[in-house]
Nanobody
Framework: VQLQASGGGMVQAGGSLRLSCAPS???????VAWFRQAPGKDREFVSG????????YYIDSVKGRFTISRDYAKSTVYLQMNSLKPEDTAVYYC???????????????????WGQGTQVTVSS
């Protein structure tokens, strides 16, 4: 299974970007999440969605600015990022955990498949 992530780029503070993630070789199930890793920092959970049911989860720093959603027909997960800040600058990764254990949604080690990462750069 490969996850294809796209949509990163460079924007000014206050701008918007939409990331997309789609699997090849299977459809989504379980938990799908976005993580990010800034230079010199650990990878952190940003947002996740339960594929069946659609419950969404966010870290506090992106609540009200980021929206995760899914398109069932296209088997694609999106991360709409608005009001971007320089501290959002990072490589963003999508990840899939087919087992979908809710208590592990924010835990990177629970994910079996990862996308290649897409760079998001926000200038001040």
């Amino acid at each position: 299974v490969q996850l294809q992530a796209s949509g990163g780029g460079m924007v000014q503070a206050g701008g918007s970007l939409r990331l997309s993630c789609a699997p090849s070789g299977r459809t989504f199930s379980g938990n799908v999440a976005w993580f990010r890793q800034a230079p010199g920092k650990d990878r952190e959970f940003v947002s996740g969605i339960r594929w069946n049911g659609g419950s969404t989860y966010y870290i506090d720093s992106v609540k009200g600015r980021f929206t995760i959603s899914r398109d069932y027909a296209k088997s694609t997960v999106y991360l709409q990022m608005n009001s971007l800040k320089p501290e959002d600058t990072a490589v963003y990764y999508c990840a899939l955990s087919p087992r979908g254990i809710l208590s592990s949604l924010g835990v990177s080690s629970s994910y079996d498949y990862w996308g290649q990462g897409t760079q998001v750069t926000v200038s001040s």
